[in-house]
Structure formats: C-alpha cells, structure tokens
C-alpha cells in the first residue's frame, strides 16, 4: 500500500513539473503579435538606444510598458553578470545609470519650464556645495544634467541645447534617463503609437 | 549572464505561481472542506515531510545556485531569509530518518518568521525604486532593492520565497488538524 502511495506521489511531482513547463512552452510559441511590436522595432531602426540592467527595477517597469513586444526593443545589457560591474561597451558610451536611452537624431522635448534646473558635472560625485538637493541623486561625472519640472525623467548633455520657444534641441550625444513614457520615445523618432 | 538563466527564472516563475495556486486550494479546503476524512488533506498529511523537505531542500538549492553559480549577489535580507530555510532542511530531513514529529511546531515557527522577513523584502523591493533611475552596479553595495528575477510583472526572489514559506506552513498546519483528529 506505501508502495503504491509512494508511486503515485512520484508520479504526481514528474507530471507537475512536465506540466508547467509544457505550458510554458505552449504559452510561449502561441503568443500572439505584440502591439507595440512595429514600435519596438522602429526604435531600433532609427537608431534608439535602450541601455539597462537586467537587476534594476526602472528598467523592468520601461520593458514591461512594451508588453510582449520587449523582445524587439533596442536593449543593450550594461551589467555584468554579478551585478556589480558594466560592461565596457556602457563604459565606453558614459552610461552612469539606467535606464539611458540615446537617439540618433537627439532628443527634443516640449517644456514650458522657463529655467529648468542644470545640475553640473561632478567628476567626484560630491554633493556640489549651493546645489539643489534633487542633484545629489542625479549627478553626472561628465556632462550637466537638465531637469524639466513637467518631466520625471532628466536629460544628460554635455552640450547646452538649444531652445527655440518651448522646444529644447539636444544633441545626439544626450541621454535621456530614468522611466521614460512610450510617448515621448514615439515623438522622438516621429512614430504614432497604436490606440 | 548565463543564455540559460531566463529560461530558468520563466520555469520558476511559473512553479512559483503554481505552488500559490497549491496554497489557495490547501487554505479553501481546511476552511470550507475541514473533514478529518478528506482524501486530499489525507494525502497531504500522509506526506507532509516528504513534501517539506523536496521543498525546503529546491529552496535551498535554487537558493545557492543563484548566487554561487550564477553569480547574483544575495543582500542581507536575502541572507536572513536563507537563515529561516535552510535549518528546515535539517528539521524535515532529521524527521524522515529518526521520525521525530516534535519538528512541526518548530518548522513552522521557521517558516513564519521567514515569510515575514520574505514580506519585508517585497516591500523593499517596491520602495527601493523611489529615485529616477538605478545607479550602475559599480557605484552600488548589494542591495536588497535590486530585483534579479522578475517574471510576470510581480515573481521576483523573495515572491518565490514568500510562497514557499506560506506552503510550507499550511502544509504544517494541515498535518497538525489531521493528526489532532
């Protein structure tokens, strides 16, 4: 009778785990077209860069913003696999936190902040002295680091941009940090998101 | 990172969730299906330790392949949470060879204040993410608001380990009933 009992638990575990991984893999294949899969890929085309670590939870709440279509999105990993390095293509190209996204084109956002706030670059990552407290955070050791009242993301240039009315032009060397709207990466490459 | 490592988060993941369905229908049937002869509370009792320890013992060894062949550092909540789950190895294991039954009410004290522990860690998780963005992880200690797995918009580490420690208890606290009968 234990016997019996005891084959038959066996058995249950085995089908268990066969049967999540089958539904796993059915889930998988039948996955329907994403909707922002020809966004995604847009991005990619027109030279958006999304850097990220697979650890940092700003990065996996921008990824799930594309749902299923994450798969396209132009993701580059930055973090080693111990989490406590990067990569040294994200050395190279100065990304100090993540997300960053980088446009080929530059980033151009509407803002009726008349002064939005320019925290400077601070090689040493010290508090500069007279500084607003929100920079402490956000400090940059190469380039000023613009904050825009109406946006909770910021934007790292070693460049002023220019302005033009409400218009803010950045270079192509700016980075735009933080969780960044589906909206606004859709206005920088000229994209109508789907309804 | 390993080519293999989000194939095994997606599994986890999904026997995480799975083990969370467990613990629904074990909670539904002692509230609404409380009959000492119940077939399936029956069976679980019969095997409690058996189960306690496939269980505690995956969480262990999930536990340490994360973080030594992975290489994902484990942060001090992380720690304390492995404080609570590895000795239940022990405890389930001891009982399997000496049958000693006394370890119930001290694996599930374990168990308890793990899962508080494992709560804590979630809300961590959540709150830790309050700046604008995350600092690279050269500029960064371990820390217990970095989330290594995150499936399904909500199974991270210590959902895992939370789901554990309540199956581990209502399996406890199912034995405890039967027995009592």
């Not at chain 1, 402490?136 to 009242?149: D, G, M, P, T």
């Amino acid at each position: 009778m234990f016997k019996t009992k005891q084959n038959i638990f066996i058995v249950s575990v085995v089908a268990i785990i066969i049967l999540i991984m089958g539904v796993g893999f059915i889930v998988e294949k039948t996955a329907k077209p994403g909707k922002y899969d020809a966004f995604a890929q847009a991005l990619k085309s027109e030279g958006a860069v999304f850097y990220g670590a697979f650890w940092c939870p700003h990065c996996q709440a921008t990824k799930a913003l594309f749902g299923s279509s994450k798969k396209y999105i132009p993701y580059v990993e930055c973090s080693t696999p111990d989490s406590r390095g990067q990569t040294n293509e994200c050395k190279a190209n100065k990304v100090e936190s993540y997300p960053s996204w980088t446009f080929k084109n530059g980033i151009t956002l509407k803002s009726s902040d008349p002064k939005p706030l320019a925290c400077a670059p601070s090689p040493t990552g010290a508090k500069i002295e007279g500084e607003p407290a929100v920079c402490a955070n956000i400090h940059s050791e190469y380039a000023k680091v613009w904050v825009f009242s109406n946006y909770k993301f910021s934007i790292k240039s070693e460049k002023d941009p220019v302005q033009n009315g409400d218009v803010w032009n950045f270079d192509s060397s700016a980075m735009a940090v933080g969780e960044i709207p589906l909206e606004f990466l859709a206005e920088q490459i000229k994209f109508t998101l789907p309804q | 990172m390993p080519t293999y490592v989000p194939t095994l988060n997606y599994i986890l993941s999904l026997g995480t969730i799975f083990i969370q369905l467990f613990c629904f229908t074990i909670f539904g049937a002692l509230l609404f299906f409380r009959k000492k002869d119940n077939v399936f509370l029956k069976f679980l009792h019969d095997y409690t330790f058996i189960i306690g320890f496939l269980t505690a013992f995956g969480a262990m060894a999930i536990s340490l392949f994360y973080s030594n062949v992975i290489g994902f550092p484990a942060c001090e909540l992380c720690w304390m949470q492995r404080i609570f789950i590895y000795p239940q190895v022990i405890l389930f294991g001891m009982e399997l060879w000496k049958r000693e039954k006394v370890i119930v009410d001290y694996a599930l004290v374990l168990a308890f204040i793990g899962s508080i522990i494992s709560l804590f860690h979630i809300y961590v998780e959540h709150g830790g993410a309050s700046n604008l963005a995350c600092a690279t992880g050269s500029a960064t200690e371990v820390s217990c608001a970095v989330r290594y797995v995150y499936e399904f918009s909500y199974v991270s580490i210590p959902v895992m380990a939370l789901s554990m420690g309540v199956f581990l208890m209502l399996i406890l606290w199912n034995y405890k009933y039967i027995s009592r009968a």
